[in-house]
């Protein structure tokens, strides 16, 4: 049974730093491309920030500079280090996994920036 376990959300003032991680199990997670997407209420989920197994990483425009993704393979976790956060930055963060024909889901959390 694949379990992806997100922790690290809450509420942070602008400017602040928060740290997301994701413990995976279930999965072989080096083979396993990682990712954080995020949800905010009345938009589409998008993307925020991925990382292959082999390290490399893309982000999106709106958090480059600012957020951080690794990961660890010895502990089956993906990181999401999120720096200078801004109230856009509010969402539900959510973990994924992703190899061909595979995606998981890890049931979110949340992250409230306050003005």
């Known amino acids: 049974q694949v379990q992806l376990v997100e922790s690290g959300g809450g509420l942070v003032q602008a400017g602040g730093s928060l740290r997301l991680s994701c413990a995976a199990s279930?999965?072989?997670?080096?083979?396993?491309?990682m990712a954080w997407y995020r949800q905010s209420p009345g938009k589409q989920r998008e993307l925020v920030a991925a990382?292959?197994?082999?390290?490399?990483?893309n982000y999106a425009d709106s958090v480059k500079g600012r957020f951080l993704i690794s990961r660890d393979n010895a502990k089956n976790t993906v990181y999401l280090q999120m720096n200078s956060l801004k109230p856009e930055d509010t969402a539900v963060y959510y973990c994924?996994?992703?190899?061909?024909?595979?995606?998981?889901w890890g049931q979110g959390t949340p992250v409230t920036v306050s003005s």
């Open positions: 994924n996994a992703h190899m061909v024909l595979r995606d998981y």
């Open positions: 990382i292959t197994g082999g390290g490399s990483t």
């Open positions: 279930g999965i072989i997670f080096n083979v396993y491309t």
